[in-house]
């Protein structure tokens, strides 16, 4: 965790937040675009998935997203022996390490955490949920195929700007097994599968309860939601003024390049000092302005998207605010993108390494004005959108696989991103246009009946994840 998450005030219980779990709440009229235009797959926009999960922070109980640290598992000690075991499956001395070490590595106060004993056993208790839920998920024949670890492990390497090959050297210099960091994500996506299936058909919602929501509820009656992306430069406890001058200087420095536009997110790899947005270009996700820190709210207020504030101070440093989208929630609008892209599928022969470099260089003669960019998707793009120039069409936020979304978010019109890997191949996108768009009535209750079912997936977890604990066989050993 990073000095900016105080910001938000991020619990460090091991069970997280709804809003850990599902990042930020998302407004009335996000929760409705993730429904626009779902079962209206076509060849030509072959990489929209509305099935597909976000992926951010690690496997604690109840996490619905993927994790895209390289630092998961590692490789098993000699002295290693068995802590627990659930059903068939089995918890170490080393797994309970691991958890407890990547809990404090992400919470520097640790006053903030319980004693070494409590954490200890919290952790144990968390690692037997889990794996009462894998043994549930096997008993019913749910398994994940080589192939989608394989694309979850290409993109990790691209969100971590390294190749296959950077990337094995990276766990081999980190002390990591490559296999048992295989397992790991394989294990996480086979939870975050059978968290999805078994918990979201146990909440039920009624009209009285849309009704109610959309009547008296704040977040149907909010002025806006907001997107909002930064650039951290942090100030360490302790600076003198001078430090302090220098660091304020740098922020004010990086703000002018990123006002003249260039592109931020490349800005934001470059410099910020905030890890947990680092894979989303600096941002945060649309979220209700009441969810975000008043001084970021206020940074942005009266900018236009696509505009970058002063710089401002936190307790954390400096920061660099880009106001990336905007949805006015009392009138009922939202924001859709048009873009277009070019797609190259991967193949038993040619992995996401060699397209991305294959694509790099697509990249770059479009940008040496070499050929257009529709002139390239018709002659390299892998989907039916080639024949129009690579053009999607409209887009509603949520409509994408999350890598594809992730970063057409951070673009702005005419700009072409670098290399993206999905679970389809290698896209090179680019951002041709955005509009608003206004809700219909029943747009809207959909859109309520979303955000009260993403409310409702705690407390249904909880039961979900409860029963199943009450239903194993749990072994508990002693310590050799």
């Excluded at 709804?18 to 930020?24: D, E, P, Q, T």
């Excluded at 922020?251 to 790899?269: K, W």
């Amino acid at each position: 965790m990073t000095p900016m998450t105080d910001l938000f005030k991020r619990s460090t219980s091991l069970r997280p937040s709804h809003a850990a779990r599902l990042g930020a709440r998302r407004g009335l009229c996000l929760a409705l675009s993730l429904l626009i235009g779902l079962g209206q797959v076509t060849p030509a926009m072959a990489q929209i998935d509305p099935d597909d999960v976000p992926m951010a922070a690690p496997r604690i109980p109840g996490a619905r997203n993927l994790s895209t640290e390289l630092k998961i598992e590692g490789k098993r000690v000699t002295s290693d022996f068995i802590v627990a075991v659930v059903n068939q499956e089995v918890i170490t001395h080393t797994d309970v390490d691991k958890r407890v070490a990547r809990i404090e590595e992400s919470v520097p106060d640790r006053r903030r955490l319980p004693d070494p004993a409590t954490l200890r056993q919290q952790v144990l208790d968390a690692l037997i949920d889990e794996k009462a839920q894998v043994s549930f998920a096997r008993g019913i024949g749910l398994s994940i195929s080589d192939a989608e670890v394989d694309t979850a492990i290409e993109n990790i390497a691209a969100q971590n700007q390294l190749t296959l090959a950077e990337l094995r050297q990276r766990m081999v210099s980190d002390g990591l097994d490559f296999e048992r960091y295989r397992g790991s994500l394989r294990e996480q996506i086979l939870l975050q599968r059978l968290r999805e299936r078994e918990v979201m058909p146990r909440i039920q919602v009624t009209e009285e309860e849309i009704d109610t929501f959309l009547r008296e509820d704040p977040s149907a009656q909010a002025e806006s939601n907001l997107n909002l992306a930064h650039i951290l430069v942090r100030v360490p406890e302790g600076s003198g003024e001078l430090a302090v001058r220098q660091l304020q200087q740098r922020a004010e420095q990086i703000r002018d390049r990123a006002a003249v536009g260039m592109n931020f997110t490349q800005l934001v790899r470059e410099n910020s000092e905030d890890r947990d947005t680092l894979e989303s270009g600096g941002a945060f996700g649309l979220r209700p302005a009441s969810t975000l820190p008043p001084l970021f709210v206020n940074a942005v207020r009266g900018l236009k998207v696509g505009e970058v504030s002063q710089v401002v101070r936190s307790n954390a440093g400096f920061h660099i605010i880009k106001l990336v989208e905007r949805e006015n929630v009392a009138q009922a609008r939202y924001t859709q993108q048009r873009a277009r892209h070019i797609l190259l599928r991967t193949t038993p022969k040619l992995g996401a390494t060699e397209l991305v470099a294959k694509m790099k260089g697509i990249r770059k003669g479009i940008i040496e004005g070499q050929a257009s960019f529709a002139q390239m998707a018709r002659q390299h793009s892998e989907d039916g959108s080639g024949a129009r120039g690579g053009d999607l069409g409209w887009s509603s936020p949520g409509q994408y696989v999350p890598e594809f979304e992730k970063v057409l978010i951070t673009l702005q019109p005419g700009e072409i991103s670098q290399p993206v890997v999905s679970r389809f191949g290698v896209h090179l996108i680019q951002l041709i246009e955005r509009r608003e768009v206004q809700l219909s009535e029943a747009q809207r209750r959909d859109a309520a009946r979303a955000v009260l079912k993403e409310r409702g997936f705690e407390a249904a977890y909880e039961e979900w994840a409860r029963e199943l604990r009450q239903a194993a066989w749990v072994e508990i050993r002693d310590e050799p």
